[in-house]
């Protein structure tokens, strides 16, 4: 099927040369936007159509917006990478397109078809490739946040799915996820709270899913940690994911444990890639439940060496610490050599210095 073109409606007032520079300087993460935004309109009479690039703005939408009062939205996450030539890629966009398609099922969207979604990041990049940060050194993590998102935007108060939907495509320029770097974390166990349950929509990327988890959160950060991970809820035993990222486990013989799909984890595209590289570094990756009580017991006798979350923001950190209401279950001392291996093939490959060995990255401008 081929790509559909975007109309293009420049921004007539787009961000100076200077102030985009003092920005890209030091962008944080999510503060700043870039001068464009892609977006192609649904309807139920018509599929998708009307795709264009348009200047940067507020949204108008009706207060009885459909998303506004039942939710019904989904978004996704991807980078883009300034490499040492000038040219910009991105990370496997099929795989957020075949991610962004399982949410839009569960949520009762339409689907978005690869080219549409591929189409939008280029699109939107034609005009807006100044945005992308040239990193200063190896060390410098910095990139163009991308953020697809689709909404649910028919006028009507009544439970169905909305016949009329917006998708739109955000860019955010980037610094690293969390200010440490590869520094550890320390991460909160809930005890109060629940991501998700059998049935529900924990492997979608929907905002109710992270709006349910910021209770914890808060409750993370009362204990001085930067993240919260979730039990499951059925057993209360099983350990799920964090609020935002994916967990592995590094065992001493070699095994690399991440907690099975089972439709209430997210899977992550980072998650997947960390896979095939452990596997390319002569590690052994499993996919299975791991418990509580194994990650207490793991840490306490030296069985698990490291454990380390993953992302599309955060790529990957290390986990210092898990921290209850009444223990703190620590690694024993370990310099995190896995997760750093890891870490740093994947972004050599994310910025273009490592053969891309499995066709991964795909070209933007």
Known sequence: MPTASFAQLPNAQPTADTIRKDILANPGFGRYFSDHMAHIRWTLDAGWHGHEVR???????????????????????????????????TFRPEKNAERFRRSA??????????????????????????WVPTPANEADECSLYL??????????????????????????????????????????LSANYKRAAAGGTGFAKCGGNYAASLAAQKEAEAHGCGQVAFLDAA?????????????????????????????????????????????????????????????REGAASGEITEVFACGTAAVITPVGELVGEDERIRCQPSDNPVAKQIRRTLLDLQYGRAEDTHGWLTRLV
């Open 55 to 89: 200047p940067y703005g507020p949204l108008t939408l009706d207060p009885a917006a459909a998303v506004l009062h039942y939710g019904q939205e989904i978004f996704e996450g991807i980078k883009a990478y300034r490499h040492a030539d000038g040219s910009v890629w």
């Open 105 to 130: 099922r569960r949520l009762a969207l339409p689907e978005l078809s690869d080219e549409d979604f591929i189409g939008s990041l280029k699109a939107l990049l034609a005009h807006d490739q100044g």
């Open 147 to 188: 953020r697809p998102f689709m909404i649910a935007s028919e006028t009507f108060l009544g439970v169905r799915p909305s016949h009329e939907v917006d998708y739109y495509v955000i860019a955010s320029p980037a610094a690293a996820y969390f200010k440490g770097g590869v520094e550890p974390v320390s991460i909160w």
């Open 235 to 295: 057993e209360n035993k099983w350990i799920e994911e964090l609020g935002g990222m994916n967990l592995f486990f590094v065992f001493k013989d070699g095994r690399i444990v991440t907690p099975k799909l089972t439709g209430t984890i997210l899977e992550g595209v980072t998650r997947d890639s960390v896979l095939t590289l452990a596997s390319d570094a002569g590690l052994q990756p499993e996919e299975r439940h791991i418990s509580i009580d194994e990650w």
